[in-house]
């Protein structure tokens, strides 16, 4: 695979970092794109990109942006409204723990949204914000696929069925002992 090419900084884009610069360059080179200055209309692989580089460092930085736009041939409109348009997708780094919790048809029938608000309560947290300490990352998803065995949850990352109060509490007191 040939090495990813040095990136110049967009017009009106702020630098990266070195580590983010490598990064971005990892993600592009696995999604066929060598050249970062050179558009090739790789914008299918938006996605892919976006993908790669939250599972590498946790989240898709908004300054990263104007360069996957540049490299993809596409608007920074177009390449902030994906990152925006998906939950999947951060902003900013998680928290220690991510508690992710179904808000789709059928786990609302069987109590998520007031699953959701007693673990806003218990986690010390809005839905889609990470506590002010960074112990916790409390956020929607939408269908994790265990429909009939709701209310559903993802937490780190492991799938978990017919969450209950008492599970999220759980959650709770062991972000005090960490
Ligand atoms: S609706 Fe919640 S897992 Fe499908």
Redesign the pocket.
Known sequence: MPSPAPSAVPPGAAPLSDDLQAALARALAGHGVFTPDVPNGAATALLPILHHLQDEIGFVPPVVVPHIARALNLSRAEVHGVVTYYHHFRDAPAGRRVVQL?Q????RACG?EALMAHASKALGCEPGATRADGGVTLEAAY?????AI???AMVDGEPVARVTTTAIDAIARSLETR
Not at 104 to 107: G, I, K
Not at 143 to 147: E, V
């Open positions: 179904c789709a048809e059928a786990c998520g269908c994790l696929g265990l429909c709701g209310p559903s």
